[in-house]
């Protein structure tokens, strides 16, 4: 069972982590937290490990958010990047249904091959998934990917980000939304530095 080993991996691994914070004098919480339920329209899991030293007995925190969910329609750009009707990733689009979630979903029915889960669909009553790396974040409404001022938005970016030259899907592909890293700062200092003296 891949799934099954791979858990194990992580367990581990966590555990590794904890030991060594635990040596290094720090208490630990591990946090679970879902953007989408943090003001980012993009649903992304990050596991988050907050630490504490020992010797300054700091309270544990409690880190529970729940705000609406953000979904496309409310903010996507009416410029997209089109795609080109010569291309397999046209082809396919065309041949989308409305529970596709990714262009595999077409290439399977057509070829019985699962492969380009990293061409993914964003529908304007969704939240978007993760946003990734590489591959495309193909709109479901129009044959194309969606512009760089979505992609900024979806990450929290401020729109007038210095990317310096890289290419903006791949830099917040690699990073966590800087408003759910906001968000858990803030209950940090609420929570532990706002009363200490």
């Known amino acids: 069972n891949v799934k099954g080993l791979i858990l194990k991996k992580v367990k581990w691994y966590v555990n590794e982590i904890l030991k060594y914070f635990d040596k290094a004098g720090?208490?630990?919480?591990?946090?679970?937290l879902n953007s989408a339920k943090m003001g980012v329209p993009q649903a992304r899991e990050r596991a988050f490990f907050i630490?504490?030293?020992?010797?300054?007995?700091?309270?544990?925190?409690?880190?529970?958010?729940?705000?609406?969910?953000?979904?496309y329609g409310e903010f996507k750009?009416?410029?997209?990047?089109?795609?080109k009707k010569s291309t397999q990733i046209y082809k396919y689009w065309t041949l989308r249904r409305p529970n596709d979630t990714s262009l595999s979903d077409a290439i399977f029915r057509e070829t019985g091959k699962k492969k380009r889960f990293n061409e993914?669909?964003?529908k304007e009553n969704k939240v978007c998934g993760t946003m990734i790396s590489k591959g495309n974040t193909l709109r479901f409404d129009v044959p194309g990917m969606i512009s760089d001022k979505d992609i900024i938005t979806i990450q929290t970016f401020p729109q007038d980000y210095d990317f310096c030259g890289q290419n903006v899907q791949y830099v917040c592909g690699m990073?966590?939304?800087?408003?759910?890293?906001?968000?858990?700062?803030?209950?940090?200092?609420?929570q532990i530095f706002k009363n200490m003296g």
């Open 26 to 32: 720090y208490d630990v919480q591990i946090f679970l």
């Open 51 to 71: 630490c504490r030293r020992k010797d300054l007995k700091l309270p544990k925190i409690t880190l529970d958010f729940n705000e609406k969910p953000i979904v």
């Open 77 to 83: 750009d009416n410029k997209f990047k089109p795609l």
């Open 120 to 122: 993914k669909y964003i």
């Open 175 to 190: 990073s966590v939304p800087p408003i759910m890293m906001k968000k858990i700062a803030e209950q940090i200092h609420l």
